[in-house]
């Protein structure tokens, strides 16, 4: 696994090096195997990446008639939902490119049965992937963000989903929000191609500085479990959620 830590001003010089990522991620995908298959990430920080990839100078490099949009996690809610991750994603980034709705794979988090939620995007990936019965997809780009105690994707600390139980989508009860959440499993993850972390804020600068120096206990800090396996991982991180971190991080 490579590794790089990049600390940057803000947030939108967060989603500009992201973006050349996604870029990069996407055309060699295509060039390699005609297809980029990408996990969104939830949360607020992507919202500043979307903006750009719809914009020039990023947009006339995508090959949107070649991409296959997936999610990492989903909240409990219908797709309209001001709380969906779908909904975000599409309302910042979908809905403004010619990306078709059979190219957009979301998790059906309106039904009241997370399991069935779970098992049903389950399915999805092992078709839209091909897979034989025990193997992982492999995703040429995922995007997480991190949550202030560590979380990532909708594995929280303490919860039921960060156990490697082999599945690859999982329901999970969250206690702290009350909710009921669905989530790619970390050896999901794990296997992808690249991976890039966008984290922003002061409030996750202990949570940060725990993961990337502290002793590895991911019950406690699930965005630990992240380490892909033949694949790269890019932590961009603003100058406020690095502010703890104690060693020289490449500066921009
Ligand atoms: C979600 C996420 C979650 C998110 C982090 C960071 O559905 O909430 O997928 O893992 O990425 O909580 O969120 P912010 O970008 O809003 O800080």
Known sequence: MSRTIELFPDVSA????????????????????????????????????????????????????????????????????????????????????????????????????????ALDYEQTLKTQFALKPTALPRFDLMLLGMGNEGHTLSLFPGTTALRDNGRLVVRTWVGKLFTERITCTAPVANNSAAIIFMIAGADKAPALKAVLEGPFEPEQLPSQLIKPSNGKLFFLVDSAAGGMLSKEWAAH
Request: without cysteine; aromatic residues 8%; neutral net charge.
């Open 14 to 117: 967060i989603a500009q090096k992201a973006a050349a990522l996604y870029v990069e991620a996407a055309q060699q995908a295509v060039r390699e195997r005609g297809v980029f298959r990408v996990a969104m990430a939830g949360g607020s920080t992507p919202k500043a990446l979307h903006a750009l990839l719809v914009a020039e100078p990023f947009r006339s490099q995508l090959p949107f008639d070649k991409m296959q949009i997936f999610f990492g996690d989903e909240r409990h809610v219908p797709p309209d939902h001001s709380d969906s991750n779908y909904r975000m994603v599409n309302e910042t980034f979908i809905s403004k490119t010619p990306i078709k709705p059979d190219q957009v794979f979301r998790i059906k988090a309106e039904l009241a049965d997370t399991e069935k939620a």
